[in-house]
């Protein structure tokens, strides 16, 4: 009889007993887009790995596999070199590490702008490849027809406007967005869009704050804030950023732990100890 505790148990009965897999727990779409409004907010992190969705998972309602594993996971300068098999390794990762929130997707620079028949062929391989609920699109009025060609043949879409990163050549950098009022105008018109077309929530990045609070209040889907306001339907942060576990932070970036400081410490300790032989100890080696 195995003493082992209850989740750390290999299920092998699954197979014989019961072959039919279950679905498995996890907070749907509909009931994501249900959360419109002055509820409770959405709580969203990105995940990149199964450990990380494995810690975070009991706590979030959403796990974004964010393409900011271009700076977080791989030291790449922007996210527009991220690729079809990073995201589809990584999100494989991320739903295997979790049971309960949501997994989302984020589609890579390249492999959606082109038609909506590009996109439905990449969305579709990242869904079968990972198992994630949904995929995240970034961009505006321009995408809204793709993002209802893919919502209605099965895909649910969040959409991301304001700062969108992939445009970096384009925005010639990663700062705020909205500040002439032609294009507050024109971001507000890109989230109605997106959220017209079927996106089931929409990233609201690094904007004037009047701004997301206006497309809060005018999109019928839950709005999810990053650099946005406390009155989106729901924040998302770089989990490495607020763990402090990246060295550069934007400014809307809240540190709830040191934890490069923790690692640092623990390492330093480890090579004192084994430069003065006081590590290992008998308790860490076999004898005869
Ligand atoms: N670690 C990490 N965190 C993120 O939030 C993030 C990524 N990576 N990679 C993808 C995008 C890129 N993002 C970024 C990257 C940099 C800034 C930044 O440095 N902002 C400056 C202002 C820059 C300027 O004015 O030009 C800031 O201080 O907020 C903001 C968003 C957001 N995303
Ligand atoms: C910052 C979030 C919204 C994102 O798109 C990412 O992590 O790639
Ligand atoms: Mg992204």
Redesign the pocket.
Known sequence: MSTLPKTLTLDTSTSRANPTPQPMKRLTVPRIRQRKGGGEPLVMLTAYTVRQAQLLDPHCDMLLV???L???IYGLPH?VAVTMEMMALHGAAVVRGSYHAAVIVDMPFGSYEASPEQAFANASRLLKETGAAAVKVEGGKVLAPTIEFLTQRGIPVMGHVG?T?QAVNILG????RGKSDEEARSIVEDAVAVAQAGAFSIVI??VLESIAIEITGKVACPTIG??ASAQCDGQV??T??MLGM?E??????KRYQDMAGVIDGAVKEYAEQVRSRSFPTDDQIYKG
């Open positions: 964010g393409d900011s271009a700076q977080v996210t700062l990163p950098g990663y700062g705020v990045e690094g990053i650099g942060l770089v490495d950023d990246f550069r932070v934007p400014k809307f970036v």
